[in-house]
């Protein structure tokens, strides 16, 4: 098996099209090398998107293995770690719509040492502005694990795993524009939390 090409340049773009080859044609040492080089981006996409550490850690293993099974068709083109993206976004969206909880899922607190959950903010020594930076925080948690899936998918991508709109785009299928468009009303969403320092609005807030 070969992973399909339309030139011989479209590989070139990243290396790690050439490795996938290798786990097309059977060579696990490869693949053990792209679980190995991924695995820690791929399992915090899967819990941010998931909200729960032990479910993100069986997302990213079943999405490792579908990418597995995927290698000998996909086309080059952009980074691998894109591609895993789009597989990773697609596993876990699934999941969420078939849990039917979206609104209702649980985050871990940032200060738990075991989870690696989104960074809360610096609150320097001032116990007073940690005080109100935490309330802030925590109200912005519940914003986030209320934002419609297509919204928290482009926050996620964007805001905290730090690809481009192009990028994100291109994981999302689905146009940079709407990349922005999904962005803004996530944030919106965000900004009210804060302001409602998390009142039972949050979830209404204007889009």
Not at 135 to 140: F, G, N, P
Request: proline fraction near 4%; charged fraction near 30%; aromatic fraction near 6%.
């Amino acid at each position: 098996m070969r992973v399909a090409t339309d030139s011989g340049t479209a590989a070139a773009v990243d290396p790690g099209w050439e490795a996938l080859a290798r786990v097309a044609a059977g060579d696990a040492g490869a693949f053990a090398a792209l679980v190995e080089g991924h695995q820690e981006r791929l399992l915090r996409l899967c819990e941010r998107l998931l909200g729960d550490a032990e479910e993100a850690r069986d997302a990213a293993q079943e999405v490792f293995l579908k990418a597995y099974r995927k290698a000998g068709e996909v086309r080059p083109q952009g980074q691998v770690y894109t591609w895993l993206y789009r597989i990773g976004v697609n596993h876990c969206l699934n999941k969420l719509r078939r849990r039917k909880l979206v609104r209702f899922l649980r985050w871990q607190d940032p200060g738990d040492a075991d989870v690696p959950g989104f960074d809360p903010p610096d609150t320097g020594a001032d116990p007073v502005t940690a005080l109100e930076a935490r309330r802030r925080w925590q109200a912005t948690r519940q914003a986030i694990s209320r934002l419609p899936e297509n919204q928290r998918a482009v926050l996620v991508l964007v805001r905290f795993e730090g690809l481009s709109y192009k990028q994100t785009a291109e994981v999302l299928g689905i146009t940079e524009g709407a990349v922005e468009s999904r962005l803004v009303r996530a944030m919106r969403r965000l900004e009210a939390a804060q302001e409602a320092g998390g009142s039972g609005e949050i979830g209404r807030a204007h889009v």
